[in-house]
């Protein structure tokens, strides 16, 4: 039996590699194994519960909210038993969101009933938001990308620092959700999370997320022919300082195996409060619209 295989048998029984994380579910068989089991149990138990075939579920999109789910979620489990008993299945709110859609083929063709039915399901997809934080904030586990902590605890360590260097409420959260991006893209990861997060946070914030690789820099650009001062050309504005404190005290330390790190669990609330609304601080559709 090969060493991959070997490992797949062992972490079937619940066993964990010598490091105690989930590495090699990156690109295991069991893991693809592991995705299938619990998209079929999400689909027979939703099937029932709306009413609909399981081709129908699995062929639209709420075939695609499931797997999404289940993605995000997959890294954080090590055993099969401990994936049924242990999945969270995404809200009906975000199920239902994809329940009823329009049949336009082009913008200019579209209808007031049909944008009542887009709105309609917006709304609903904005409460699953917190689902989706929590998923990538998962999908984080066992990603190392070359560092020694994997992403999971690179961000919340970052958070704890924050939490116990008294900070607000809102710079914890930045905190967490800085490197989620990473599940995406590492290169556009700043960029990333913080569109998704602009409505959610102040303008400062924004800011600060967008621009925290070029406070970084300061630490190591040295090393990847980045400029070192690159913070500088943001003197003067209304978020610099929180962008040194986040980067300087929190984030560029936040790479520690032995540091006590809180858990995940008590950081929850915080994306519940930021991220579980359908009425988001700002509605930026218009201001992104017209530049």
């Keep these: 039996m090969s060493e991959d295989n070997e490992k797949n048998k062992e972490i079937s029984s619940g066993a964990t590699n010598d490091a105690g994380s989930h590495d090699y579910f990156v690109n295991s068989t069991y893991k693809k194994n592991l995705q299938t089991m619990l998209l079929e149990k999400e689909c027979l138990e939703k099937s029932r519960r709306f009413g609909i075939s399981r081709r129908h579920f699995l062929t639209t999109s709420f075939g695609a909210v499931a797997a999404t789910s289940i993605f995000g979620q997959i890294a954080a489990f090590s055993s099969k038993a401990e994936a049924m008993d242990g999945f969270v299945s995404p809200s009906e709110d975000l199920y239902m969101s994809v329940a009823e859609t329009t049949r336009f083929t082009r913008l200019d063709q579209s209808t007031a009933e049909d944008w009542a039915i887009i709105e309609n399901a917006v709304r609903a997809q904005s409460v699953g938001v917190v689902d989706t934080i929590k998923n990538m904030i998962n999908a984080c586990r066992g990603y190392h990308l070359g560092f020694g902590p994997d992403q999971f605890t690179h961000v919340t360590q970052t958070a704890t620092r924050a939490r116990r260097d008294n900070a607000s409420d809102e710079m914890i959260l930045v905190c967490l959700v800085h490197d989620l991006g990473k599940v995406i893209s590492n290169l556009a990861h700043a960029d990333i999370i913080a569109g998704m997060v602009r409505p959610y946070v102040s303008d400062g914030s924004f800011y600060l997320l967008r621009h925290h690789m070029e406070y970084q820099w300061k630490h190591y650009g040295l090393y990847v022919m980045r400029p ?29 195996p032995y540091y006590r790190t809180d858990p995940i669990e008590s950081f929850l609330p915080l994306v519940e409060q930021f991220f579980g609304t359908a009425q988001p601080r700002k509605n930026l559709t218009h201001q992104l619209c017209i530049g």
Excluded: I, L, M
């Design 228 to 256: 070192t001062n690159g913070r500088a050309r943001y003197v003067g504005q209304p978020w610099h300082a929180n962008a040194v404190r986040f980067s300087d005290e929190y984030d560029q330390k936040a790479f520690d």
